[in-house]
C-alpha cells in the first residue's frame, strides 16, 4: 500500500492511453468550469486574483494532466509535484481547498470517462467525493497535531532560550557585582590613606602650632 504511488498496475497503463484521450478532448471545456467556480468561490477567489489570469494556469494544467496520464512515474514527476504543491502553499491555499480542488477536477474527469455509462456517473463521482472528504478530515487531523507539536517545541526552544540568557545574564551581574567589590574595597584602602594622612598632618600642623606658641612666648634674651 505504502508504494502504489510508485508506479502504476499493467491493465492501468493499458488503460491509460485512453483515458489520456478522453481527458485531453474535454480538458479546455473542465478547466473553463473549474476557474469560473474557483473566481467565485470565498477561499480561492482572493488567491486567483493574485495571478497572472486563469490562461496561464489552465495551460499549466494541461501540461500536468498530459505528463501524469503519460504513464511513467519518475523523480521528474515527483519533483514537479512538489513544485506545484510548494506553489500553492506560497500563495496560500490551504490543504482543505487544495484537495476540494482535486476532487471537483476528478469528478469531472470521472464524468466525461463514463459519458457513454450515465447511471454510474453518481454513483462513482459519489464515491470518489465521499473518499477526497474523508481524506480532508483525516488530514486535518495530522495537521492539527503537527501544529500543535510544532507549537510545543517553539515554546521549548523559547524556554531553553530564555534559559541560557538569564544564566548569561547571571553570570555577567556575578562578574560585575565581583569587579565592584574590588572597586569599593579598593577606593576604602584608598580613602583609608587619605584619612591617615589628614590625621597625620593634622598632628604634624598642631606640633607646629605648639613650637610656634613656645617661641612666642619665651622671654626676650
Known amino acids: 500500500i505504502s508504494n502504489r504511488f510508485d508506479r502504476f498496475e499493467p491493465d492501468q497503463i493499458a488503460a491509460l492511453p485512453e483515458v489520456r484521450r478522453v481527458v485531453e478532448s474535454r480538458i479546455d471545456g473542465i478547466l ?13 477567489a482572493p488567491i486567483l486574483g493574485q495571478s497572472a489570469g486563469a490562461k496561464p494556469l489552465k495551460d499549466a494544467q ?11 512515474v519518475d523523480e521528474d514527476l515527483r519533483e514537479r509535484g512538489k513544485r506545484i504543491g510548494a506553489a500553492h502553499v506560497r500563495v496560500g491555499l490551504g490543504p482543505n481547498a487544495y484537495i476540494a ?12 470517462l463514463l459519458a457513454k455509462h450515465p447511471k454510474t456517473v453518481a454513483p462513482v463521482t459519489a464515491l ?3 473518499v477526497f472528504m474523508d481524506m480532508a478530515f483525516a488530514l486535518s ?4 497535531i503537527n501544529e500543535s507539536a510544532s507549537r510545543q517545541n517553539e515554546a521549548k526552544a523559547l524556554a531553553e532560550t530564555v534559559e541560557k540568557e538569564m544564566r548569561h545574564v547571571n553570570r555577567a551581574v556575578r562578574t560585575q557585582a565581583e569587579e565592584l567589590a574590588v572597586v569599593v574595597s579598593e577606593m576604602s584602602r584608598a580613602m583609608g590613606e587619605v584619612t591617615n594622612g589628614i ?15 613656645a617661641v612666642a612666648s619665651a622671654p626676650d634674651a
Open 141 to 144: 487531523a495530522f495537521l492539527d
Open 128 to 130: 470518489v467525493r465521499a
Open 101 to 112: 480542488s482535486y476532487s471537483h477536477l476528478t469528478e469531472a474527469f470521472l464524468t466525461e
Open 199 to 213: 590625621a597625620l598632618i593634622e598632628r604634624g600642623t598642631e606640633a607646629t602650632g605648639g613650637a610656634i606658641s
Open 32 to 44: 473553463d468550469r473549474f476557474y469560473e467556480a474557483a473566481a467565485v468561490d470565498p477561499v480561492t
Open 62 to 72: 494541461k501540461r500536468h494532466w498530459g505528463r501524469l496520464l503519460g504513464g511513467v
